[in-house]
């Protein structure tokens, strides 16, 4: 069955860099969009970046964009997510999801998640 | 961005009530709307895609509807396990968004 796992959550500085991994199985990485969404400690959910299936473009959201980097490695079946120049806004778990198969952004699998800290 | 808001924030309805969750976006989404189920301390979970398509494995209690701008989740009759909170999220544009969530508890 579809399992998502992410690891490489922990506390970091505000400034530093931190990367997420998300390491897939029960399907191909290559076959599938898959976005990052994360959520503040209490609050709701904010979608931060994706990679479609052929990588043919990524995007991002504005709070993240040109200190996040979303990519993938097929052979490992894995999604990475390089944070730079982070910010305590940042502070979150992160999930790692898979877009369903349907047509659209929705999201039908998600991983357990990761707590990022950034705090000084 | 397309903003999306959620009505009520909060509800305490009794077991076996009908309870009816709506969503507002900002522009309209054709049918580009999901619904999502995220218990304490859990990851959310896929209940309803293109505004009333039921996830495969979801209790059929559960059912969405509307178009354009204005959407609804329903449950038909609540049950213990259905507490939890519930976003709505358009997928029309990027970038996605979720709505704020409505927390469901029991009277």
């Known amino acids: 069955q579809v399992q998502l796992v992410e690891s490489g959550g922990g506390v970091v500085q505000p400034g530093r860099s931190l990367r997420l991994s998300c390491a897939a199985s029960?399907?191909?990485?290559?076959?599938?969009?898959m976005h990052w969404v994360r959520q503040s400690p209490g609050k709701g959910l904010e979608w931060v970046a994706v990679?479609?299936?052929?990588?043919?473009?990524?995007n991002y959201a504005d709070s993240v964009k040109g200190r996040f980097t979303i990519s993938r490695d097929s052979s490992k079946n894995t999604m990475y997510l390089q944070m730079n120049s982070l910010k305590r806004e940042d502070s979150a778990v992160y999930y790692c999801?898979?877009?369903?198969?349907?047509?659209?952004?929705?999201?039908?699998?998600w991983g357990q998640g990761t707590l990022v800290t950034v705090s000084s | 961005d397309i903003q999306m808001t959620q009505s009520p924030s909060t509800l305490s309805p009794s077991v076996g009530d009908r309870v009816t969750i709506t969503c507002r976006a900002s522009?309209?989404?054709?049918?580009?709307l999901a619904w999502y189920q995220q218990k304490p301390g859990k990851a959310p979970n896929l209940l309803i895609y293109?505004?009333?398509r039921l996830e495969s494995g979801v209790p059929s209690r559960f059912s969405g509807s509307g178009f354009g701008t204005e959407f609804t989740l329903t449950i038909s009759s609540l049950q213990p396990d259905d507490v939890a909170t519930y976003y709505c999220q358009q997928y029309n544009h990027y970038p996605l968004t979720f709505g704020g969530g409505t927390k469901v508890e029991i009277k």
């Open positions: 999801t898979r877009e369903g198969a349907d047509t659209g952004s929705y999201i039908d699998h």
């Open positions: 293109k505004a009333s």
């Open positions: 990679i479609p299936y052929d990588e043919t473009y990524k």
């Open positions: 522009q309209s989404l054709n049918s580009w």
């Open positions: 029960g399907f191909s990485v290559s076959n599938y969009a």
